[in-house]
């Protein structure tokens, strides 16, 4: 391979590895990897698309041959074959078996993966107009434009690659000969079978042997990413940069949609300047502030007369530019190709794109392409190639060098697209909760293709601004947060004068306040974990296993790992819906309503999801609750509450970002000069790593990189804890500031070196180290206040009580405003963060026990003290809805024994003349809710109907349930 990341790469095996039987051939890649091929002339050594490198470290093995049986043993597998007539037969002998400790399912000829009923499935190419479908590749096989790719794991244990239709690559790793011909297998079979058993960490590691590394990205785009399907100019864009600055938002990426350039046709490569008259100095503003700048391209249409590089590209073609002929694109042509990428791009990419975005949708079949039946030969992977090695290439080739990584971002092609990140899924099809929840399993599922990176569409429905903040915390915690709107932002939807309208948000500084702030607070934590995400990208690169994993990578022996049902409500349960983000931090984000009103200005309920907590002590990250697995865990979660177990003991690199006096705006381009090392209770001692490196160059290849590890010890109430770095790169900061943070923990009593300060919110202390000399690292001796309080928990108590509290202020309903008794058990819990942080900066253990201890009664109390309030609001809540929705509260009494016909109808009455009417009435222990829909002229006993629990909306039930989340 010549323009592949690694140059080691070596598509010929090692001949001590391969056996010949016949007209097969076994090559023994690792002890639970085997490529076997048939052919009737020579046997196929060419790179293709999905397999780069074949000469791997030959493993211990045995053969024989015994009475025309070959039998070949590796520490994992016994291969045995006996030659029938032709090709690869099941007729013939030819098995595949277990030994020692594997315990896959045996292999016979003939299965296959898309048939396999424990594959575990993969990925494909987009979710454009997609609704939620199976990933089972059998499902789609008359569609192979989807680009189906079974996963390379199996609860059977085997997986099975069959590589014989996909393009080789031959010269320059071209796919194609000089006539546009694909460069076609030689075999007649070539298969390789992965039998890993449940050993999934160890198959991905063998992919990424054989089929290459996942690159690293740069580090930019793994922060917080804004694109929009909008006729943007320069100020538009500077105005979004400012606007986000002022509002206290992360950005580091901005991607110009197609609007960019001129609009001919969908395809286009020189800039619109009508809105960007100064384009290069517009956008270089923009990189100046650390951002990274991206653009839209369609490729389809080719080089039209019009662009800039149309004269470049015809005299590299042999073309007259007098006759202002279209350059058709061909995507089989090296020289065409090679041409649009050096004369066009590159000189946009010189000037102000870092990379571009490939928004293929104009057929995988087309110029010059889907030569073989399974369209293996598409547009989308050899323009992915191309742009992620582009860079490479021109350096090795024409000697411009700019040591800068090649990225992509485009569709998915099939396998062997994982070396070149990172994926869009295409435009999504509804705004709907159902089809948030399905990109979480797609996500995590694609990592069985060592496809880690996807990214998704980030918006939501204007009368939803919940099912928006959830989107937007869904992205927090994928593997790349990209807020982008397909054309729903803008149009006939947008109102006028007093009507808003009824548009897409993707700006989430439109948001309602408290919506805003909720999604505020997830995209700062996006950006608080970029040493932990960005580490998480480094491991990838070195294993081929994707930070962003389903559960069963961790917990293989665990059925409550896997999805229940791989077909059908996708993402709408734990087994699908929750995800590993790395190796101690599990999501299991919010995917469904809290059922509270849709368009409310701010949060009035909470969203019941249930989590199975893994094997082990977990610590609930916005809570503080320490929860043992395994066990399905019920919660209620409020809508800036993103469900997320730690596991006990683990060490968390993030940055220090929360009341920082800096800009959020380009961060991820920084150098890390204020860690934070925060270290979960639970364990008495464990180590956490952050990796580092210039975030940007291909010098990571050649070891230009550091890695910083905290070590901790427990002995009784003290921790030892260093911090030492190891390597090197020219960026890497001479001095930082380390803080050091334990949670659910005591004050700090005593420290070595540095601060100690406590955060009562977080009921965390922490110790800060300002100046350490990087290359010298640290050491910390730390001893805590004696005591014990049980502090786990209290966090999300004391939280819970301040949205009570809230809540109950806005219906001027909270106790406290009525009497200043001592014992307003909802106002006290509401402060005693304040009470936490003195007590420990006071030096007062004793009093910090104490209040510690009033916590739990506090919560008790105050439950027993709002009961009453949210109570009575069952007995005189009769609630209207109209057709418009809009919500209408009456006076009533009398409904204790629930609501009759004649009851619901004195509802409606009050209802606008609209077709439909909507009635609830709440019995009086809350647990039942009856709904009827009314028509115009009355309404029928038969229309009642009971519901279930009910989402009430008066603002002490919900002060209430908030209280009773806090305990559960």
């Not at 990189?287 to 991206?294: M, N, W, Y």
């Not at 990176?453 to 937007?472: F, K, N, Q």
């Not at 984000?589 to 701010?602: L, M, W």
């Not at 959020?664 to 364990?683: E, K």
Request: negative net charge; proline residues 4%.
């Amino acid at each position: 391979m010549q323009y592949e990341l690694l140059q080691s790469y070596e598509s010929v095996a090692d001949p001590a590895a391969t056996v010949l039987m016949g007209r097969a051939r076994f090559t023994v890649l690792t002890a639970s990897l085997v490529r076997m091929e048939y052919a009737q002339g020579a046997f196929e050594d060419r790179p293709t698309l999905a397999f780069v490198n074949r000469k791997t470290p030959v493993p211990p093995f045995t053969q024989a041959v015994t009475n025309g049986t070959l039998i070949l043993t590796t520490d994992a597998l016994k291969l045995t074959y006996t030659p029938g007539r032709g090709g690869f037969s099941t007729a013939a002998a030819f098995v595949v078996e277990p030994v020692g400790a594997s315990t896959f399912e045996p292999w016979s000829y003939g299965r296959t993966s898309l048939g396999d009923a424990g594959n575990l499935r993969g990925t494909f190419r987009t979710l454009d107009e997609t609704w939620n479908v199976t990933l089972a590749c059998a499902a789609h096989r008359f569609e192979p434009g989807r680009h189906c790719e079974a996963g390379l794991v199996s609860k059977s244990g085997w997986a099975l690659v069959d590589d014989t239709a996909v393009p080789c690559l031959g010269e320059d790793d071209w796919w194609a000969d000089a006539a546009g011909k694909m460069l076609r297998n030689a075999d007649e079979e070539d298969l390789y079978l992965f039998a890993h058993s449940r050993r999934y960490r160890d198959a991905l590691r063998d992919f990424r042997l054989v089929g290459g590394a996942v690159p690293m990205l740069p580090r930019h785009n793994l922060g917080v990413w804004f694109t929009r399907w909008y006729d943007w100019s320069a100020q538009d864009a500077a105005h979004l940069v400012a606007e986000y600055e002022r509002h206290g938002l992360p950005l580091d990426v901005v991607v110009l949609d197609m609007n960019w350039h001129q609009k001919f046709s969908w395809t286009g490569y020189s800039f619109d300047k009508n809105l960007w008259p100064l384009a290069h100095e517009s956008l270089g503003r923009i990189k100046a502030r650390g951002i990274t700048l991206a653009a839209n391209l369609h490729d389809d249409a080719g080089v039209n007369a019009w662009e800039t590089a149309y004269p470049a590209m015809c005299k590299a073609l042999g073309r007259d530019p007098a006759a202002r002929e279209k350059l058709v694109t061909d995507f089989a042509s090296k020289a065409y190709m090679f041409a649009l990428e050096d004369l066009v791009l590159q000189p946009l990419e010189a000037a102000a794109f870092d990379f571009f975005w490939i928004d293929w949708q104009q057929g995988e079949f087309v110029h010059g392409t889907g030569q073989d039946p399974r369209w293996k030969m598409n547009p989308t992977i050899i323009t992915d190639k191309l742009r992620a090695t582009d860079a490479i290439r021109r350096c090795r080739q024409q000697g411009v060098c700019t040591n800068k990584r090649g990225v992509t971002f485009a569709r998915f092609g099939g396998l062997g697209n994982h070396r070149y990140q990172h994926g869009f899924s295409g435009d999504v099809l509804g705004l709907t909760w159902a089809n948030m929840a399905y990109q979480t399993y797609f996500s995590a599922t694609a990592a069985n293709v060592a496809y880690g990176y996807w990214s998704h569409d980030i918006m939501g429905p204007a009368h939803d601004p919940e099912l928006t903040v959830r989107w937007v915390q869904v992205g927090a915690f994928s593997g790349v947060m990209r807020s982008h709107d397909r054309g729903l932002s803008a149009g006939a939807c947008a109102g006028w004068g007093l009507d808003a309208g009824n548009c897409a948000v993707v700006d989430v500084t439109r948001l309602p306040w408290a919506w805003r702030e909720a999604a505020r607070e997830a995209l700062v934590m996006r950006e608080e974990l970029l040493p932990y995400l960005y580490t998480g990208n480094r491991l990838a690169f070195e294993t081929g296993l994707s930070f962003l994993r389903p559960m069963y990578y961790d917990f293989p022996e665990e059925d409550g790992a896997y999805p229940a049902d791989m077909d059908a409500r996708l993402g709408q349960d734990p087994s699908t819906r929750q995800y590993m983000l790395g190796d101690d931090v599990l999501v299991a984000p919010v995917t469904s309503s809290s059922g509270c009103a849709s368009a409310a200005a701010e949060p009035c309920g909470l969203a019941g999801q249930e989590v199975w907590v893994p094997p082990g002590r977990w610590v609930e990250a916005h809570s503080g609750a320490e929860v043992e697995g395994p066990r399905l865990l019920r919660g209620q979660f409020h809508a800036e509450e993103v469900p997320r177990y730690v596991r006990a003991g683990a060490v968390l690199p993030t940055l220090h970002l929360k009341g920082a006096a800096a800009s959020l705006v380009g961060v991820a381009a920084r150098q890390y000069t204020d860690l934070v090392f925060t270290i979960y209770p639970g364990a008495a001692s464990g180590s956490g790593v952050v990796y580092e490196d210039d975030a940007v160059s291909y010098d990571y290849l050649s070891g230009k990189y550091a890695w910083t590890t905290l070590n901790y010890t427990r002995t009784g109430d003290s921790v030892k804890v260093t911090i030492a770095t190891a390597g090197a790169y020219a960026a890497l900061p001479a001095q930082r500031r380390y803080t050091v943070r334990f949670v659910n923990s005591m004050p700090v009593a005593k420290t070595s070196a540095g601060s100690a300060w406590y955060d009562g919110a977080a009921v965390t202390a922490a110790v800060t180290v300002d100046g350490v000399a990087v290359a010298s690292g640290a050491s910390l001796d730390v001893a805590f206040e004696a005591g014990g309080a049980a502090l786990a928990g209290a966090k999300g108590w004391m939280r819970k009580a301040e949205l009570a509290k809230r809540a109950l202020n806005e219906a001027r309903a909270n106790p406290n405003e009525a009497s200043v008794a001592k014992d307003n058990a909802l106002s006290q819990l509401a402060s005693l963060p304040q009470l936490l942080t003195h007590a420990a900066a006071a030096g007062d253990a004793a009093g910090f026990g104490a209040t510690a201890a009033s916590v739990a009664t506090n919560i008790t109390a105050a439950i027993a003290q709002i009961t009453p309030i949210a109570t009575a609001s069952h007995r005189s809540a009769c609630v209207a809805k109209n057709g418009q929705d809009a919500v209408m509260p009456l006076r009533a009494a009398g409904y204790e024994n629930g609501i009759t016909a004649a009851d619901a109808g004195a509802c409606c009455d009050v209802c606008s003349k609209e077709a439909k009417c909507v009635a609830y009435v709440f019995d009086t222990t809350g647990s039942k809710m009856c709904y009827v829909l009314s028509v115009v002229g009355g309404i029928k006993a038969a229309d009642n109907r009971i519901l279930g629990t009910p989402k009430s909306f008066t603002r002490a039930q919900y002060a209430l349930d908030l209280l009773l989340s806090a305990t559960e």
